[in-house]
């Protein structure tokens, strides 16, 4: 959630948005009100760090910024597959029918690479009582309704689509479906946070494009 500070000035309101200390690529983590970044950067402390300081937290940006070109790749690669599709899908709420109702969600069934499919996404895993935690998560899982002929690999992934407001990060996950295998793991749905995820969940009808690629054997 973007939370923004008031400022009010001789009777006019605005908003000021919220910036990041430009020593932030030295490790400082402060994020404030635009107006207060000037007196934050005049006393902030990251630039007196030493090299060996800062070294770790320069190594982890590396590594992130490795790991995001490699999913770039990655999907720039399914995008040159031979068959690709989307679907502008939505999940809805459903609960179980056993004694203590778990939450769920899950799309209809939709037609894609000649195939039936459904979506099913669940809150941190099933675990007991998701509502009683503050750090929550989705994961989702491709299932297709017919049975495949021949073994498939099928590369997904969720996008925000024309219609939802999700932020989610980047991701591609893949799966090689057949006759004994119709359902995919449940993978993380990469949220930038749990306030993210949290959003979603309010709005209860989750809307997101499914963009699908596969590689035919
Ligand atoms: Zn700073």
């Known amino acids: 959630m973007r939370r923004h500070s008031t400022v009010i000035l001789s009777g006019v309101t605005f908003f000021s948005r919220p910036v990041h200390c430009q020593y932030s690529l030295l490790g400082c983590g402060?994020?404030?009100p635009h107006h207060e970044v000037n007196s934050h950067e005049?006393?902030?402390?990251?630039?007196?760090h030493s090299g060996a300081q800062v070294f770790s937290h320069l190594q982890r940006q590396a590594e992130n910024v490795e790991e995001a070109s490699k999913i770039f790749t990655q999907i720039m690669s399914v995008l040159s597959f031979e068959?690709?599709?989307?679907?502008?899908?939505?999940?809805?709420?459903?609960?179980t029918d056993e004694f203590i109702h778990k939450l769920f969600y899950e799309t209809s069934r939709f037609s894609a690479l000649s195939y039936q499919w459904v979506i099913k996404a669940?809150?941190?895993?099933?675990?007991k009582d998701p509502h009683l935690t503050c750090n929550r998560f989705i994961t989702y899982q491709l299932i297709v309704k017919s049975k495949p002929s021949s073994p498939m690999v099928v590369h997904f992934m969720i996008l925000r689509g024309p219609f939802g407001d999700m932020r989610v990060n980047p991701h591609i996950c893949q799966f090689e479906f057949t006759e004994s295998n119709t359902e995919s793991p449940f993978f993380a749905l990469p949220l930038p946070?749990?306030?993210?995820c949290n959003k979603l969940l309010a709005a209860r009808i989750i809307d997101f494009r499914l963009m699908m690629g596969m590689?035919?054997?």
């Open 122 to 127: 669940r809150l941190n895993d099933n675990q």
């Open 215 to 217: 590689v035919t054997k």
């Open 30 to 32: 402060w994020r404030g």
């Open 83 to 95: 068959k690709i599709t989307f679907n502008d899908l939505q999940l809805k709420p459903y609960r």
């Open 42 to 48: 005049q006393q902030c402390q990251h630039p007196n």
């Open 193 to 196: 946070d749990s306030a993210e």
